[in-house]
């Protein structure tokens, strides 16, 4: 799903065009509550499967880079894609994905472990301008394939439309940080499922980069305050706490377009138009022990820089856990019990 309005603690991320479910604090505060580690309660979720189609086939995933992006930028999150299928030092981005992978269809088929970045375009002209609404990101697809920067792929294609720090997107930063659909045939030609997330670094930082920068950070100075203020604030491993930050809510749109491509697969709650999904039931836990806006144990660098997963080249990341459906709970390889 995801509207999530969750102040000062978690990611939001949403899905549909339809109306959605939002997740107030008050409600994340109830289930804290109830339970010793949020991680580890199981009696919360009634997670179903509803008999459609999960991304079982090899992933070629397609990103459009709209806007103005660094070299920089794109280069962690491009190593961060490699890391699924890529070996690393445990508890790896792979090691992550395989808690994604218990999920199956009806026939018994798992989700892929194979996502491969099939292709790149760079939308440097903002080609629908700076102001998107969430209809605009299928627009934005299909000018891609008209240009023939990369394919339409029906059978396997994944799109990823990556929203620059000048771009406003609607309900960006006010109520979402991402989101995942599929494409209508009218407007692209075909269906196809796809995620946008948009750089918050310079625009809300304190909502969609959060651990990385405090609550009550607009991004409107050059650098976030360098005091916690008795908020659990760390260091972003790549050094850059909007594409660190996007690197989160990016898993969190793969976790769960992947377990529910077409709205119709795994998700939790009795309406499909605004479900909540594997990586919704555990937004902020990051950790062993997390809850109440603690985002759990999770390992620093020799800088102090945090994270809980490794990846190619040495990378190093922050993500979310997903919900284990053989474990029943939240569940990362860097767990310790």
């Known amino acids: 799903m995801i509207l999530q309005k969750l102040p000062y603690y978690f990611l939001l991320l949403s899905l549909s065009y339809a109306p959605s479910l939002a997740f107030s604090f008050s409600q994340s505060k109830e289930l804290f509550n109830q339970a010793k580690n949020y991680e580890g309660s199981s009696d919360l979720v009634n997670l179903e499967y509803h008999m459609g189609p999960v991304l079982a086939s090899p992933i070629n995933v397609y990103i459009i880079w709209y806007g103005d992006w660094s070299l920089s930028q794109q280069s962690t999150i491009r190593d961060f894609l490699y890391s699924f299928s890529s ?3 445990y508890p790896s981005v792979a090691d992550w994905w395989r808690t994604v992978r218990l999920y199956t269809d009806q026939t018994g088929s798992n989700i892929t472990g194979n996502i491969v970045l099939s292709g790149e375009f760079y939308d440097t002209r903002y080609s629908h301008g700076a102001y998107l609404s969430r209809l605009d990101m299928q627009s934005i697809i299909r000018t891609a394939v008209n240009k ?3 394919a339409l792929n029906p059978h396997s294609g994944l799109y990823l439309v990556l929203t620059s720090h000048d771009v406003q997107v609607q309900d960006f930063c006010r109520a979402v940080c991402g989101f995942h659909y599929f494409t209508f045939p009218n407007i692209v030609g075909v269906t196809v499922p796809y995620a946008w997330v948009g750089y918050s670094g310079a625009q ?3 909502m969609c980069a959060y651990p990385f ?5 607009s991004g409107s100075s050059s650098s976030p305050p360098r005091n916690n203020e008795g908020h659990n604030i760390m260091r972003a491993p790549n050094g850059d706490v909007g594409v660190d930050g996007m ?9 769960e377009v992947s377990s529910n491509p077409l709205v119709n697969a795994w998700y939790a709650g009795d309406d499909p138009t605004a479900p909540t999904e594997i990586a919704d039931l555990c937004l902020g836990v990051y950790g062993s022990g997390a809850g109440g806006g603690y985002v759990g144990k999770v390992d620093k660098d020799t800088w102090g820089n945090a994270y809980n997963v490794n990846g190619v080249r040495g990378r190093k990341f922050m993500v979310q856990w997903v919900w284990d459906p053989v474990k029943k709970r939240c569940y990362g390889p860097n767990a310790i019990d």
């Open 204 to 206: 809300c930082p304190g």
């Open 148 to 150: 023939r920067a990369m």
């Open 247 to 255: 690197i989160s809510v990016l898993a969190h749109e793969l976790a």
């Open 213 to 217: 920068a405090w609550p009550g950070y």
């Open 87 to 89: 070996p690393a030092a």
